[in-house]
């Protein structure tokens, strides 16, 4: 997936800058992470269960899935796959709703970056996202005046 992230990067920012030092690489990681966190977030509710079933279901913590779907821990491959079965979801559609949601993340990244003073009620990327985690339709035209 950072690939994804990379190529995303690259359409936006001359190509290749973005992932020259650690900062890049920890920007890439909380994308990612936050993605991971609405995708888990979107399945389970989706499917009208409770993070206590959805854990149970898939064999995972209850406070781990919690984790996950704030954004506070990126979630492993195989933990996912163990989401994905518990939740009774395809793996492609997985993949493919995480597509959609770093892509949406990205361009919210970058309309943060690039217009500091329309985002000064927020501390960082990662504080805005958390409070719009259940906006359902989350992109950056949400945030465009």
């Known amino acids: 997936m950072p690939i994804v992230i990379a190529k995303r990067y690259s359409e936006s920012y001359k190509a290749g800058e973005i992932m020259k030092d650690q900062s890049s690489l920890k920007v890439c990681r909380e994308v990612l992470c ?13 499917r009208s269960l409770s ?5 149970m279901r898939s064999n995972i913590s209850q406070s781990y899935l919690s984790n996950i779907e704030q954004g506070k821990h990126l979630i492993s491959l195989e933990k996912l796959c163990s989401l994905t079965i518990g939740l009774n979801v395809d793996i492609k ?7 959609t949601e770093i892509g949406n993340l990205c361009d919210i990244q970058h309309l943060y970056l690039s217009s500091g003073q329309q985002f000064e009620n927020y501390r960082d990327f990662g504080d805005l996202i958390r409070r719009n985690i259940d906006n359902e339709n989350l992109n950056a035209d949400s945030f465009l005046c």
């Not at 993070?51 to 854990?55: K, L, R």
């Not at 559609?93 to 597509?99: G, Q």
């Open 34 to 46: 936050l993605a991971c966190a609405r995708t888990a977030r979107k399945l389970r509710k989706g």
């Open 51 to 55: 993070q206590e079933e959805t854990a």
């Open 93 to 99: 559609e997985c993949f493919e709703l995480l597509n």
